[in-house]
């Protein structure tokens, strides 16, 4: 009887044990930070950046409590809003953040969890966007000073976010576009204002090709006139040499140049097939035809031709 109530007694005990172990202890993951609560009071906090390890870890057990909190980045979700830039231009802002919970201890004080913690980093950034793109154009938002701008924005951010125990690693402005109506109206703008561009550089081609053509009219007309004075200039220079030689070659031979010019007026009074000429054979036209010395017979009547 006795053994059998000690068999039980420690059976319970073993019992009363592993539940106490079991409650006692707790593991803290690579990814993970915790809190210790001693009756609501913080005791410690574990696996914070800078301190302690991750690993196994006991607790009393019904007395303390152990909350748990992620080490790893967390995502932030903006909203869509609408912005008024220093140019009083409406844009369209979408934007996201990346967080970390820095301090466990002041996150618990403050938010306690992550769902509140996101709604109030939410309002923070969306306050510090409207006021920083409130003071920049819309060209430095969009193109010209973007990075400058969020890293502003985050700045702004961090410090309201630094009483909440978190830390805002990456702030990024992923959209910034006019809202549908604005876009429509500028898109139309720059249409209108291309095709005046365009208008403007067609007549001012059309007017340079016809300063061009006109030009060129000019040049060719001078140049024909020019090609055609140097023509007859060279054509008279050469009828000139040509005379003036004829005249040097009658006075050394006349005989010669006679009989040059004769041969000469054949071949231009005979070309063709229909030419006919009415004279007397003994015409001093054909006196190298009877008489290849050219010497005209005694008595020959003056010539007397008709041609047709």
Known sequence: ????TLRTTL?????????LVYASAFTVGQT????????????????QAGTDRPGL?????????VVMFEKRLLDLDLPVQTVLSADRQNLEVDAFARYKISDPLRFYQSVNNIALANQRLSSFTNAATRNVLASASRDAIVRTDREGLMNRIQEDVNRQAKNLGVEIIDLRL???DLPAANSQAVYQ?????????????????????????????RDVTVLLAEAQQQSDQLRGSGDADRNRILAEAFGQDPGFFAFYRSMQAYEKGLTGADT????????????????????????TPAPAASGQ
Not at 276 to 299: C, H, I, Q, T, W
């Open 1 to 4: 009887m006795n053994a059998q």
């Open 11 to 19: 059976i319970a005990l073993s019992a009363v044990l592993v539940v």
């Open 32 to 47: 993970q930070q915790a809190l210790v609560l001693q009756l609501g009071r913080v005791r410690t906090v574990l696996n």
């Open 57 to 65: 870890y006991f607790k009393i057990p019904f007395l303390e409590t």
């Open 174 to 176: 992923t959209r910034v």
């Open 189 to 217: 703008r720059m249409q209108t204002e291309r095709q005046r561009e365009a208008a403007d550089l067609r007549a001012n081609g059309q007017q340079v090709a016809v300063t061009i053509k006109a030009k060129a009219d």
């Open 276 to 299: 006919r000429l009415v004279m007397s054979p003994n015409s001093e036209f054909f006196r190298y035809f009877n008489d290849p010395a050219g010497r005209a017979r005694a008595g």
